[in-house]
């Protein structure tokens, strides 16, 4: 379980797989994750999340978890509050902001009126950051946060085919964010259910799971949905920009 305490600062070791044959009898390969590591982080016990059983692609996740030092958020070129990522196409800043129940189009507004846009990840290591972000705040809740995700135009009406894929399905709207590396779907994800689940959403939570819905992976969603009032429902969104030179 992902708990985190008090004031302390979280760190978080997360590592990823997508089981596509589980002819292995279930057994970890450690060549299938991948890992964002951190040198200076200790050592710590590791609960494992199995997925439930399925004949679908299943996604397991490993979580560690270590209190560590508090250190400054690295700010770079970017104003105070947003995180600097350096990405091989410039620096990009992000920042979380929190509140309740807005649906994609408001949040996009939002995000506008900070000069950003919602935001896609470049990588694992960027939507790690944002998933031990939003749980560390939201902690005992659970909830779930908009990013810059939207369907793509071939695949408007269509569920997961040969043609429309997980990597395929969606495309970063930001215009910045390149490639499908910090894409991770959750289980039998984008489903894509009534044809009309053009936005996406970030699941996150203390515990490996919400409803069924694995915590650190995405989920398509009407743009217009709230889920107020539920463990996954809206509790804010994630708001990107370039940095300024």
Request: with cysteine; hydrophobic share 30%.
């Given at each position: ?88 196409n ?20 939002r995000?506008n ?52 894929t997980?990597?395929?399905s ?76």
């Open positions: 379980m992902f708990k985190p305490e008090g004031p302390k600062c979280l760190d978080v070791v997360g590592h990823f797989m997508v089981d596509y044959d589980d002819s292995h009898g279930g057994e970890d390969d450690e060549n299938d994750f991948f890992n964002v590591e951190n040198d200076d982080t200790p050592e710590a016990e590791t609960p494992v999340v199995n997925a439930p059983a399925a004949s679908n692609p299943v996604v397991v996740s490993k979580v560690e978890t270590a209190d560590v030092a508090c250190r400054k958020m690295e700010v770079g070129n970017c104003e105070e509050g947003w995180k600097s990522f350096k990405r091989p410039g620096e990009w800043c992000m920042k979380v902001f929190y509140e309740n129940w807005v649906n994609q189009i408001e949040s996009e507004k995000c009126e900070q000069n950003a846009t919602l935001s896609g990840f470049h990588d694992q290591l960027e939507k790690q950051f944002v998933t031990t972000t939003v749980t560390d705040h939201l902690y005992p809740s659970t909830g779930s946060v908009w990013i810059g995700l939207k369907r793509t135009p071939n695949c408007l009406n269509s569920k997961l085919t040969k043609n429309c997980t990597l395929n969606f495309e970063w709207s930001d215009k910045f964010t390149k490639g499908s590396d910090g894409m991770l779907w959750t289980w039998g994800q984008p489903a894509n259910v009534g044809g009309k689940q053009d936005c996406a959403m970030l699941t996150t939570g203390y515990n490996g799971y919400i409803q069924y819905f694995q915590t650190g992976t995405f989920d398509d969603v009407g743009c217009d949905i709230r889920y107020k009032d539920t463990t996954r429902g809206v509790r804010g969104f994630v708001c990107g920009k370039q940095a300024k030179h």
